[in-house]
């Protein structure tokens, strides 16, 4: 079975500029959430999709938005970006019951902001 | 609102030698998750421990869980070198729910 796939896995930006981010979970799984992994504040929780739904969101600003499709795949976007968005997003995919099973990670799209 | 503490935050240690990695969460959860990661890289899933007195193995590494107390542990019997990594951590933040807060991590350096 495939893995989480992102792209892209590195991206250079300005500062005010938007970035979109895209996700593909493993086949089957209708849970992607994404993170963001800093060195100051660690892994922080952004959103979780299942179904085309946003079902949980972190304490992260309206700046931050995401979707899912019909297929799975989701997307995260950044408007207006700062520099402490700078970071390392990470997408994870899961079943989606919760129950006896991980939360499978992909390689991570590594954002600077400049 | 869900805490997840590690500790310690940096462990070098010898090779050969045994240690443990704890975890402390301020409320109930249905599961606790372990993760590796080495750097510039992704999460690597490790464990997941689903309930009271769970206990794992993979290799050299044990994972435990203390539900009552809040607590597991993860166990690295006779450290070698490949196991230098950041580990994570991390619990749901209620029953079924796949958000996830994470401990800070532990970065381990096994010295040969």
């Known amino acids: 079975k495939a893995g989480v796939t992102q792209t892209p896995r590195y991206l250079i930006k300005t500062r005010g500029q938007q970035v979109t981010l895209s996700c593909s979970p493993i086949s089957g799984h209708r849970s992607v959430s994404w993170y963001q992994q800093t060195p100051g504040q660690g892994l922080q929780f952004l959103f979780e999709y299942f179904s085309e739904t946003q079902r949980n969101k972190g304490n992260f600003p309206g700046r931050f938005s995401g979707r899912q499709f019909s297929n799975s795949r989701s997307e995260m976007n950044v408007s207006t970006l700062e520099l402490g968005d700078s970071a390392l997003y990470l997408c994870?995919?899961?079943?989606?019951?919760?129950?006896?099973?991980?939360?499978?990670f992909g390689p991570g799209t590594r954002l600077l902001v400049l | 609102e869900l805490k997840v503490e590690q500790n310690p935050l940096f462990l070098s240690m010898q090779e050969g030698k045994n240690y443990t990695i704890y975890c402390n969460y301020s409320t109930t959860s249905d599961r606790l998750y372990w993760y590796r990661q080495d750097p510039g890289k992704s999460l690597e899933s490790l464990f997941v421990?689903?309930?009271?007195?769970a206990v794992k193995q993979e290799g050299r590494l044990m994972a435990s869980l203390d539900t009552k107390a809040r607590l597991s542990t993860l166990h690295i019997t006779a450290a070698v070198h490949d196991l230098s990594a950041t580990y994570f951590c991390a619990a749901p933040h209620n029953f079924g729910n796949e958000k996830l807060t994470f401990g800070t991590g532990t970065r381990l350096t096994i010295i040969p």
């Open positions: 421990l689903l309930s009271n007195g």
């Open positions: 994870a995919s899961a079943g989606g019951t919760g129950l006896q099973e991980t939360q499978y």
